[in-house]
């Protein structure tokens, strides 16, 4: 077991990364992302992703749920990365707030519910705590 997953995981929340594909996301994903999105857009995107991740380690309970749930985190790991990689640090201060300003209870309830997740997910299944954390280790500072 890693026990840098969880520390990646709570990082991998408060920090703008890229976003993924479509297949359960409703609305702006990170592939919708360049570097002329609006505030509006990339705070949408970014919400996203981060809900694919927390309702993909909700689902975990054995080994196969682990698998399954590792596959949607790469989409979305994937998605975060690729808008992380568009916006290229072109993110400000002000920016920043502009994008979570509006939607800070959102995000601190994916946040939450992310870190929620992986303690439980490393308390009663701690041997399915490597697959998960192959795809979280993707995230890119």
């Given amino acids: 077991m890693r026990h840098g997953f969880l520390a990646a995981g709570l990082a991998a929340a408060l920090m703008l990364t890229s976003c993924g594909g479509k297949d359960d996301v409703q609305g702006k994903t990170g592939e919708d992302i360049t570097a002329k999105s609006s505030a509006s857009d990339i705070g949408e995107a970014y919400i996203n992703e981060m809900t694919r991740i927390a309702d993909a380690l909700e689902t975990v309970d054995d080994e196969a749920s682990a698998k399954a749930a590792a596959k949607k985190i790469q989409v979305a790991v994937d998605g975060l990365n690729q808008m ?58």
């Fill in 84 to 141: 992380s990689e568009e916006l290229d640090g072109e993110i400000s201060g002000v920016k920043g707030m502009q994008i979570f300003g509006g939607r800070y209870a959102e995000l601190i309830e994916v946040q939450g519910r992310i870190a929620t997740s992986m303690i439980r997910i490393q308390s009663e299944h701690p041997e399915l705590m490597d697959a998960l954390s192959e795809e979280m280790d993707r995230l890119e500072n």
